[in-house]
């Protein structure tokens, strides 16, 4: 569990923008809070897994799949903006997310 | 009265180029697409030779694919779903039209080559790349189609039997448009050593070229080839009310199975005459109009014989005035995807009137007796051609294509 500050929020964003841009071969510049994962960069959910394994490795995070799936359920991520709000999630509250 | 089942489209990625026409030039002026294997070092192998799709695929497929989704398909199943993107870019087929519950996609798929030389298999995508159905999945994914889609394992006549089962959708008004076809590759120590312990590749490595050498009396086996084909198939009134350009009829199939041995045909090619004699019964078919053959003619003792000897009883004394032709001269054995890929070019053929040779065919088998087309192409107009596929496991396959009139 991690207290979020600015300079984390920046660089999550960055990760997952660049990580989305790599993958979809889209320009950084096209994406944005609004870009549809599925609609508007032909993505899919194993995208979501890898990140997850990114952050988990970079911030030492105690989260499980199932905790993620729980949290998913509840809070459907469709947009960049989604996304990056459950990345935020998972890296400040891990486990605990499945309260929320 | 069902309606008659047309081909709209065709395209096939083999080791002779990366479309149809490509392949078409190569087969019609008789070059062969057999080389030393350089997909991973085979030097140590007793066949060490076969028929790989160019390099240059890699950087054509980006053309159609996303990196994303190529992540998770093997290079099989890209050379499908890039087969069937040019073929639907090139034909003009407007996919958007139909209603896409009546679009299906059926593959003969043995599996999808995510073997020991396949790139960038992990443990994010091992289950997806190894997935057969995943190549019949890519294409319903990619068009948006919500009809069945599948895939067939019946071995050598794979996509033979997918052709026949889209025929079906169509002619039983299931679907009215269906993508059919195949995809394989067996370049891989894995299986090349297989099936040099069961005896059945040539192991000529000096000479590649000429390794494989249907109906010629030193052939010593088959040689492996990769490669996907694809055929659209169409209703004809929706074919005709869009004025598309129409390749052939595909009038019907037999499908049977030898029930006798898991690798060997019936004795003097019974099961096979079999099987073209219902494909040209059941499609009402004059025999004195099959103007060409596309053989099986794997370039193996027993096959080539048994169906030369087929050939002979199911047309008799006529027999002789049939073209027959193996592609696997040339491409070598594409195994699930043999079917559909000669299937292609015996649509191009009734097309060009056009019948590529059967090369390497410089030492006559003298127990063999046909006409095969031999080291130089015929013009021929075709009215009707048969499409054979014979598989280990005893799965029989004849396909009968027919010229379509006005098909200009």
Known sequence: MAELTDKMRKEVRAIIIEFFAEECEVEQSEINDSTHIFDDLDGDSLMFLELIEIFKKKYSLNIELKAIGKYSVKHPVRTVGELLTMQLMIIEHENNITNL | ?408
């Not at chain 2, 192998?45 to 190529?70: H, M, N």
């Not at chain 2, 005709?240 to 029930?259: P, V």
Request: hydrophobic letters at 40%.
């Open chain 2, 1 to 408: 009265m069902s309606e008659k089942v047309l081909v709209t489209g065709i395209n096939v990625i083999s080791s002779l180029g990366l479309s149809m026409n490509e392949n078409w030039e190569n087969l019609i002026n008789g070059k062969s697409g057999i080389k030393k294997i350089s997909l991973f070092d085979a030097s140590k192998l007793d066949t060490q030779i076969a028929g790989q799709v160019p390099e240059s695929f890699e950087e054509y497929s980006k053309c159609y694919i996303k990196k994303r989704i190529r992540k998770q398909m093997t290079r099989v199943s890209q050379m499908c779903l890039t087969a069937t993107k040019a073929a639907i870019e090139e034909h003009n087929i407007p996919i958007s039209e139909y209603d896409p519950e009546r679009c299906a996609v059926i593959l003969g798929i043995v599996n999808s080559a995510n073997s020991s030389v396949e790139k960038d298999t992990d443990i994010k995508n091992t289950i997806l790349k190894g997935m057969s159905n995943a190549l019949s999945a890519w294409i319903s994914l990619e068009y948006g189609f919500e009809g069945p889609n599948y895939t067939i394992a019946t071995a050598c006549a794979s996509s033979a039997y997918a052709i026949a089962q889209g025929y079906d959708l169509i002619q039983q008004n299931k679907a009215d448009l269906v993508i059919v076809g195949g995809a394989d590759s067996t370049i891989n120590p894995e299986e090349i050593e297989g099936f040099n312990a069961l005896y059945a590749l040539s192991t000529r490595n000096d000479e590649p070229e000429k390794a494989s050498r249907p109906f010629s009396a030193d052939r010593d086996g088959f040689v492996i080839g990769e490669g996907a084909g694809i055929l659209i198939l169409e209703r004809e009134s929706f074919a005709k009310k869009r004025n598309a350009i129409i390749f052939a009829e595909l009038a019907g199939y037999a499908l049977t199975s030898e029930a006798f041995n898991i690798m060997s045909p019936k004795t003097d090619g019974q099961g096979m005459a079999k099987t073209m004699e219902k494909a040209i019964k059941d499609t009402n078919t004059n025999k004195a109009d099959v103007d060409y053959i596309n053989a099986h003619g794997t370039s193996t003792m027993l096959n080539d014989l048994y169906e030369s000897l087929a050939i002979e009883s199911v047309f008799g004394e006529n027999a002789s005035k049939v073209a027959v032709s193996s592609s696997k001269s040339m491409l070598g054995h594409t195994i699930g995807a043999a079917g559909a890929i000669e299937a292609a070019i015996t649509v191009k053929s009734i097309r060009e009137s056009q019948i590529h040779p059967t090369i390497n065919l410089n030492n006559a088998d003298p127990q063999l007796k046909l006409d095969y087309v031999a080291n130089t192409k015929r013009e021929k107009p075709i009215r009707c051609a048969l499409s054979n596929s014979f598989a280990f496991g005893g799965h029989n396959s004849t396909l009968v294509f027919k010229n379509y009139p006005n098909n200009s």
